[in-house]
Antibody, heavy 122, light 114 residues
Framework: EEQLVESGGGLVQPGRSLRLSCTAS????????ISWVRQAPGKGLEWIGF??????????EYAASVKGRFTLSRDDSKYIAYLQMNSLKTEDTAVYYC?????????????WGQGTMVAVSS | DIVMTQSPDSLALSLGERATINCKSS????????????LAWYQQKPGQPPKLLIY???TRESGVPDRFSGSGSGTDFTLTISSLQAEDVAVYYC??????????FGGGTKVEIK
C-alpha cells in the first residue's frame, strides 16, 4: 500500500527556517512527482509546489506565495522528499501535506500523508 | 492563475436529500487535444487529509460510493451527492490541474446534516 508520512513540523519564530520531510513507502518513489499542499487553520487547501521525478530532471515548480523562500528537494535512494522553508512568516502557519498521483500523469492526488503542523509565532 | 470559485460556502440538508455543489473556473480547464476536463473533487473530514473522489471531472475514484457523481465541462462543474448520508458530512473542494504549473483549489463547501 502506498504511504506518505510527513515529519519535522513544530513551532518556529518568524524569520527562521524549518525543513519538513515526506517519507514514502509502498511504491517506486523515484518514478513520481511529489507535491506539497498546505492548509491554514480553519482555511482551505493551497498548493505550494511540486518536484518532478528524475525522468523529468527533478525540476520544481512553486506557488507565487512561497517562491524564493521555499525549496523542494528529494533523495530517491532514501524515499524522502524535503520542503525547506526559509524566512518563515506568521501566514505560513498551516498543516503541510505531501501528496502524489499514482497514475503519474495528472495532478489529481489520490495518496496523501496525514500532515505535519507548522506554527510560526514569536 | 486559474481561480476556482465554489458555491455555496455551506449547505445543510436532511438525510437522503440530494446535495449539489458548484465549481466555476476563471478559464476553461478542458484540454481540446484529448477532450478531458482537468478537474478533481475532494472530500475532507475534520482532522483528516483530503480524499480524492472524482477526477477528469466525472470519473469516480475506486472505492467511492456511486451516490457521488461529477459533471460539467469547460468552466462549470458540479459535484452531486444523490442521497446524503451521515458519513458524507465534510468539506468538499474542487481543484484544477489544467495549469499544472499553478494548481489551484476552490474555497470549499461545507456539507452538514439538518
Amino acid at each position: 500500500e502506498e504511504q506518505l508520512v510527513e515529519s519535522g513540523g513544530g513551532l518556529v519564530q518568524p524569520g527562521r527556517s524549518l525543513r519538513l520531510s515526506c517519507t514514502a513507502s509502498g511504491f517506486t518513489f523515484g518514478d513520481y512527482a511529489i507535491s506539497w499542499v498546505r492548509q491554514a487553520p480553519g482555511k482551505g487547501l493551497e498548493w505550494i509546489g511540486f518536484i518532478r521525478s528524475k525522468a523529468y530532471g527533478r525540476t520544481t515548480e512553486y506557488a507565487a506565495s512561497v517562491k524564493g523562500r521555499f525549496t523542494l528537494s528529494r533523495d530517491d535512494s532514501k524515499y524522502i522528499a524535503y520542503l525547506q522553508m526559509n524566512s518563515l512568516k506568521t501566514e505560513d502557519t498551516a498543516v503541510y501535506y505531501c501528496t502524489y498521483d499514482t497514475s503519474g500523469y495528472n495532478y489529481a492526488f489520490d495518496v496523501w500523508g496525514q500532515g505535519t503542523m507548522v506554527a510560526v509565532s514569536s | 492563475d486559474i481561480v476556482m470559485t465554489q458555491s455555496p460556502d455551506s449547505l445543510a440538508l436532511s438525510l437522503g436529500e440530494r446535495a449539489t455543489i458548484n465549481c466555476k473556473s476563471s478559464q476553461s480547464v478542458l484540454y481540446s487535444s484529448n477532450n478531458k476536463n482537468y478537474l478533481a473533487w475532494y472530500q475532507q473530514k475534520p482532522g483528516q487529509p483530503p480524499k480524492l473522489l472524482i477526477y477528469w471531472a466525472s470519473t469516480r475514484e475506486s472505492g467511492v460510493p456511486d451516490r457521488f457523481s461529477g459533471s460539467g465541462s469547460g468552466t462549470d462543474f458540479t459535484l452531486t451527492i444523490s442521497s446524503l448520508q451521515a458519513e458524507d458530512v465534510a468539506v468538499y473542494y474542487c481543484q484544477q490541474y489544467y495549469d499544472n504549473l499553478a494548481l489551484t483549489f476552490g474555497g470549499g463547501t461545507k456539507v452538514e446534516i439538518k
